[in-house]
Antibody, heavy 114, light 107 residues
Framework: QVQLQQSGAELVKPGSSVKISCKASGYTFTSYDMHWIKQQPGNGLEWIGWIYPGNGNTKYNQKFNGKATLTADKSSSTAYMQLSSLTSEDSAVYFC???????WGQGTLVTVSS | DIQMTQSPSSLSASLGDRVTITCRASQDIGNYLTWFQQKPGKSPRRMIYGATNLEDGVPSRFSGSRSGSDYSLTISSLESEDVADYHCLQSIQYPLTFGSGTKLEIK
């Protein structure tokens, strides 16, 4: 069965970067986009972008240009999202979701605090 | 960007009630509309895709419909397990955009 296993919660300092992972199993990793979505506490969902692991193509929400960088490692079937220059506004739960959003990871909580 | 105006933001209904949540799109999105259910502390679950198609395993009391630029998620007879947040998503144009969400509670 399709599974997306995300890395654990992160507590990071303002101004730093963090890289979270999403390990896929149960399907051909290179055949589907991987989306990333942000959810701040008590807020709705916000689409960050996607990566197509087959060729590394990416598409970003302009709002996250310079903030998020999406990569994928075909050898380990793992997608990554790096968030840079972190501020309190980046504190949120981040989800990965396979193309067409039928399958989601469990979410990774990122807390930015000094 | 396409704005998805979701209403109501919260809803309290009785068990057995018929419940409808609506998203209005600011531009034509065809049937590129997905509904998600999200329970506290959990990931969203896809319920309806293509505006009207029920995801496998989703109870038949859930349905999706479209009238012009208004998209609706209807629960025909509310059950306690339906307490959750509900979100809509348009996927016809980048950036993909979600509605602001609806919190559904039992009265």
């Amino acid at each position: 069965q399709v599974q997306l296993q995300q890395s654990g919660a992160e507590l990071v300092k303002p101004g730093s970067s963090v890289k979270i992972s999403c390990k896929a199993s149960g399907y051909t990793f290179t055949s589907y986009d991987m989306h990333w979505i942000k959810q701040q506490p008590g807020n709705g969902l916000e689409w960050i972008g996607w990566i197509y692991p087959g060729n590394g193509n990416t598409k970003y929400n302009q709002k996250f240009n310079g903030k998020a960088t999406l990569t994928a490692d075909k050898s380990s079937s793992t997608a990554y999202m790096q968030l840079s220059s972190l501020t309190s506004e980046d504190s949120a739960v981040y989800f990965c979701a396979r193309g067409w959003f039928a399958y989601w990871g469990q979410g990774t909580l990122v807390t930015v605090s000094s | 960007d396409i704005q998805m105006t979701q209403s109501p933001s919260s809803l309290s209904a009785s068990l057995g009630d018929r419940v409808t949540i609506t998203c209005r799109a600011s531009q034509d999105i065809g049937n590129y509309l997905t509904w998600f259910q999200q329970k506290p502390g959990k990931s969203p679950r896809r319920m309806i895709y293509g505006a009207t198609n029920l995801e496998d395993g989703v109870p038949s009391r859930f349905s999706g419909s479209r009238s012009g630029s208004d998209y609706s998620l209807t629960i025909s007879s509310l059950e306690s397990e339906d307490v959750a947040d509900y979100h809509c998503l348009q996927s016809i144009q980048y950036p993909l955009t979600f509605g602001s969400g609806t919190k559904l509670e039992i009265k």
